[in-house]
């Protein structure tokens, strides 16, 4: 063999390994994309990831049960770059399954312009998100607020008589985004 044959036989090589791995990445790409709807689809199937109701439940629980209780936590936390001052007006509250229980959080705009803000809520554990149920929550709908300006928002909920008996505290979190390009 010559090393002519030997240099095209090593750049046909080349070509081929360049194209699969071409493909790799083009491959790789795609599934980074996909990634978040399966994830998605993976949480709706499996009721993990701590994903609440997005709208209003009906109270339906049959009654109260008065020999359990539960801790409810709540916390919050803006994402990054949004100058509200976020926090619950109580950290955390006992309730008895099936009890439906009032609590409120407290919001001030101290951006220099009016920004429209959206709570997005998670639960942990992750198991227990199916079983709080918000009846009213701020996090429905989109929370307008000028600059300077503060607001009491409420929340209305309660935990379903379903829940799991090893589990005896939720921590519900909120994360504060700033959607005013996204409502206009």
Not at 48 to 62: F, Q
Not at 90 to 95: K, S, Y
Request: net charge negative; hydrophobic share 40%.
């Amino acid at each position: 063999m010559t090393t002519e044959d030997n240099s095209t036989n090593t750049n046909t090589n080349n070509n081929k390994t360049l194209k699969k791995l071409l493909l790799v990445v083009l491959a790789m790409f795609g599934f980074g994309f996909a990634l978040v709807p399966l994830y998605d689809v993976f949480c709706d199937i499996t009721g993990l990831n701590g994903k609440t109701n997005t709208s209003a439940a009906i109270y339906d629980a049959n009654g109260v049960d008065k020999s359990r209780t539960v801790r409810v936590q709540f916390i919050t936390r803006n994402a990054q770059g949004v100058p509200w001052k976020f926090e619950p007006i109580v950290n955390e509250v006992d309730v008895h399954p099936g009890e439906m229980q009032f609590v409120s959080f407290y919001a001030k705009n101290n951006g220099t312009h009016d920004i429209v803000g959206q709570a997005v809520p998670s639960v942990s554990p992750g198991q227990a998100a199916n079983y709080f149920h918000k009846i009213e929550c701020f996090c429905f709908t989109h929370q307008p607020l000028g600059a300077g300006m503060d607001v009491e928002m409420s929340l209305q909920f309660y935990v379903d008589l379903e829940l799991p008996a090893d589990i005896k505290t939720l921590t519900l979190s909120y994360t504060l985004y700033d959607i005013t390009e996204k409502s206009s």
